[in-house]
């Protein structure tokens, strides 16, 4: 696992040992983050399900002004921490080790993001959890975007409550989604 493009480019992070958490392949991140490419300067990120952090470090190498990193699994907060410190990325940074839903909740009305990962575990049923929390407690900007990586062989939702799908790449077994609230022009 690697840090594909920006200040960063080429720098090894660490990863978790076991099958506890599942990076982001780096030609899904490569193909995720062309598309966002111009959403990610001073932009205000929130990386769900983040494991040891690899999108949102992607996005601090990238440009973007600061990420919320939330993981209940205090074994990859660990390596998350280790791979901020390594990058010199604590005050770019913040680590929240505790239950997604319970965090979106907490953020309601305190903060909304311009650009949100979520990479929930596959099979669980939770993207659309997911998305319904984020819609129900608006913490994404009008003009932001929910990356939302999934199972390809679990079709995500058109729509759900304000929040509209984009466009779904699919890599293998893994396919990335693409939502924003929903508005007339719906473009990536």
Known sequence: MRIIAGCWKGRNLVSLKGSSTR???DR????????????????????????TGNLGLEALSRGCKKVVFVEKNPRAVRVLNKNRSNLGCLNQSHVICDDVFRVIRYLSGKERFDLI???????????ILVLNAIAENDILQPQGIIVLEHSSKVDQPDEVENIKKIQTR???STSISFFRKSRSDDNI
């Open 170 to 172: 699919k890599y293998g």
């Open 117 to 127: 990962f979520a990479d929930p575990p596959y099979d669980k049923g939770l993207e």
């Open 23 to 25: 990076p982001t392949y």
């Open 28 to 51: 899904i991140k490569e193909a995720m983050f062309n598309i966002l490419q111009g959403y990610i300067p001073d932009s205000l990120v929130l990386d769900l399900f983040a494991g």
